[in-house]
């Protein structure tokens, strides 16, 4: 395939990652554009599938954002080979199939223009490179997905699933892309998305990274109507450099892609690029969260791995109002405990709450502040609302119902509150996707409805955030928009 069907992908986190990596599979060639320099190193020790040692590298505080709404917003950030994996936990439960339509209850505007059953074959893409461990069975609100390792809850767990089950919710293992039993790696994460997908990538020529790249903005040009490159910063040698591509594939995770398109404003889209509608930055969300240690009445066997019990039935919740629980280990003594196959008394829980995406949680390039390249600073506009509190906070009685009717009476010790934006780096929403151009920056295949030969393939595109960890999501989606983006420039 000649060169001439070249696509640059922006950005090496997961999407970015994924999306390069399909690209290639599929013999496009590709230019990887990304801002750091390495991957960050850290230490991982796992034995026996626990993880005895884990050193995670620190997070910078990223420049070129500024709060409007609360003042506490996370800006926390890795400019790095991989972006956020060379942080994050793994956890990658798929969303269910109502997780997309469910919206519908409140406004067309929140129909995604994907169903669950055209995304599964694009999540299995996924999970296959995760080395992922999980249980193989569906339960309710939450699809099994492939897995590597099988890993089913202890025994004494199950009257806790079939609790659940009663009240309509799923009780499993947590899909968890935490690799193989035994590791010990320089790295602080299993699967880095660089490393695991792309490293290799360099052998083929069909693969170029540029590194330490901060692409500034997208080229348009008029006469062609299309996008023909990207500019950007060249750290090495602090100068401006240019590179052309027939498409663009912007990765740049969830505050970033939007910066990078109201950066590629010109005179044919003088209000960022794909803002035709007046739509780009607009829907931001965030997942609210909370974590609690809580202490239980009856031993129960330590669980060797997180489980995770799945949200409120659809039918019975306020639209697009959720939680979910993941239930861990709560320090060394835990772990050590769930070896021996030991039973406690304790364990800890991650609870993530939804919100409604609200057209008046934004982003927005600041009038007067500058960045570090001199384009305007972004301004994240986000706060978590009394009723996104509430529901949250919730959370808590659902859980020790839940205990209750399997037996085992539970009292949360403290409460752990982590209601601030950015703290979960589940932002999502700002290049949101719909089949219309009225509700969407984004169509059906993640390209932008203005310019079609740009794509955003990160949690940007998400058009409601599921109280599910985004990542997976956001891989299959990005696979799913290189597979079409393959198939298109094949024809041509
Ligand atoms: C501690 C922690 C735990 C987490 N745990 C989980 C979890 O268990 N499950 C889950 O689903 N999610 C988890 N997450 C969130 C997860 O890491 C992100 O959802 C995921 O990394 C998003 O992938 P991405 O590729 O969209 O963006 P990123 O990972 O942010 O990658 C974006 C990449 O783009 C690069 N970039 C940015 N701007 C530019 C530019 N202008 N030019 C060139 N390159 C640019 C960045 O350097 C980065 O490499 C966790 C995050 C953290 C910090």
């Known amino acids: 395939m000649s060169d001439d069907r ?7 986190g997961p999407a970015g990652a994924m999306a390069a990596h399909e690209l290639i599979r599929k013999g496009i060639p590709v230019t990887l554009l990304e801002a750091g320099d390495d991957i960050q190193h850290g230490r991982l020790v796992r034995i026996g599938g626990i993880n005895f040692f884990r050193r995670l590298p620190s997070m910078q505080r990223a420049s070129g954002f500024v709060a409007t709404a609360d003042p506490n917003t996370n800006f926390d950030y890795t400019y790095a080979l991989g972006g956020l ?60 997905g492939y897995c590597d390792h099988r890993q089913r809850i202890p025994e004494d767990w199950q009257a806790v699933a079939r609790s659940a089950f009663n ?19 320089s790295r602080g994460t299993a699967f ?32 062609t109507r299309k996008v023909v490159a990207a500019v950007y910063h060249d750290r090495a040698t602090g100068t401006r450099k240019r590179i052309q591509a027939s498409a663009f594939m912007i990765a740049c995770g969830p505050l970033n892609s939007p910066k990078l398109l109201f950066n590629s404003a010109c005179s044919d889209h003088p209000n960022g690029l ?5 739509l780009l930055g607009k829907y931001l969300h965030d997942h609210p969260k909370e974590w609690w240690p809580v202490d239980l009445e009856t031993p129960i066997t330590t669980l060797a791995r997180p489980a995770y019990l799945t949200r409120l039935p659809h039918a019975k ?74 529901n949250i906070a919730g959370a808590r009685d659902q859980l020790l119902a839940v205990l209750e009717d399997a037996g085992y009476k539970a009292k949360i010790r403290e409460l752990v509150p982590q209601l601030i934006p950015g703290f979960a780096k589940h ?53 799913r928009a290189a597979d079409r983006l393959a198939s298109d420039l094949r024809a041509m």
């Open 6 to 12: 070249r696509v640059a992908v922006i950005g090496s």
């Open 85 to 144: 994996s060379n942080q994050w936990t793994g956890a990658v439960p798929r969303f269910c199939a109502e997780d997309f339509t469910a919206g519908e209850r409140v406004h067309e505007k929140f129909r995604w223009p994907v169903s669950y059953h055209e995304l599964a074959p694009y999540y299995e893409i996924a999970e296959r490179v995760m080395r992922i461990t999980a249980d193989t069975v569906d339960v309710l609100n939450l699809p099994a």
């Open 167 to 185: 009240r309509g919710q799923g009780f499993t293992t947590m899909p968890l892309a935490d690799g193989p039993p035994l590791m010990l790696l």
């Open 192 to 223: 880095n998305s660089y490393s695991v997908l792309l490293e290799k990538a360099h052998k083929e020529g069909a693969f170029e990274l540029v590194s330490g790249a901060h692409v500034l903005n997208l080229e348009w040009d008029g006469a």
């Open 274 to 278: 794909g803002n035709s509608s007046g």
């Open 317 to 390: 919740s306020d639209p697009l109002l959720a939680c979910s629980w993941t239930i861990g280990h709560l320090g060394m003594a835990s772990k050590i405990n769930s070896v021996l196959r030991q039973k406690s008394r304790s364990f800890g829980v991650q609870v993530f709450g939804t919100m409604i995406p609200k057209e008046k949680y934004y982003l927005r390039p600041s009038a007067d502040r500058k960045d570090d390249f001199g384009l305007p600073v972004l301004e994240v506009h986000l706060e978590f609302e009394p009723e996104v509190q509430s």
């Open 427 to 479: 932002f999502g929403g700002a290049a949101r996707m719909h089949a219309s151009p009225t509700y969407g920056v984004t169509d059906t295949y993640n390209r932008l409805h203005d310019v079609p030969n740009v794509m955003v393939v990160d949690a940007s595109s998400f058009t409601t955030g599921a109280e599910k960890n985004p990542t997976l999501t956001v891989m299959a989606l990005a696979a």
